[in-house]
């Protein structure tokens, strides 16, 4: 549950960037106020810890399925 958690936030971090990126727009922002309203730290802040136990996946012998 944990692993399908992280790795949705890590979508949204980087649908985010995408949206920065290419149209220089700050979706999570937009949504909760600006970059430095707590709502939007908050959500910058839980994909950061999101991206960090992503990077446990690596290190796993086995495959992350969705269907665990």
């Known amino acids: 549950m944990l692993d399908k958690l992280a ?4 979508i949204i971090g980087a649908l985010n960037w995408g949206s920065i990126g290419i149209f220089q ?3 999570v922002a937009a949504l ?3 970059s430095d309203m707590i ?3 908050i959500v910058y802040t839980l994909v950061a810890l ?3 136990w992503a990077i446990s996946f690596f290190f796993r012998d086995d495959a992350i399925t ?3």
């Open 25 to 27: 727009y700050d979706l």
């Open 66 to 68: 969705m269907g665990k």
């Open 32 to 34: 909760f106020g600006g």
């Open 50 to 52: 999101a991206g960090i």
């Open 7 to 10: 790795l949705a936030l890590v």
């Open 39 to 41: 709502l939007s730290r």
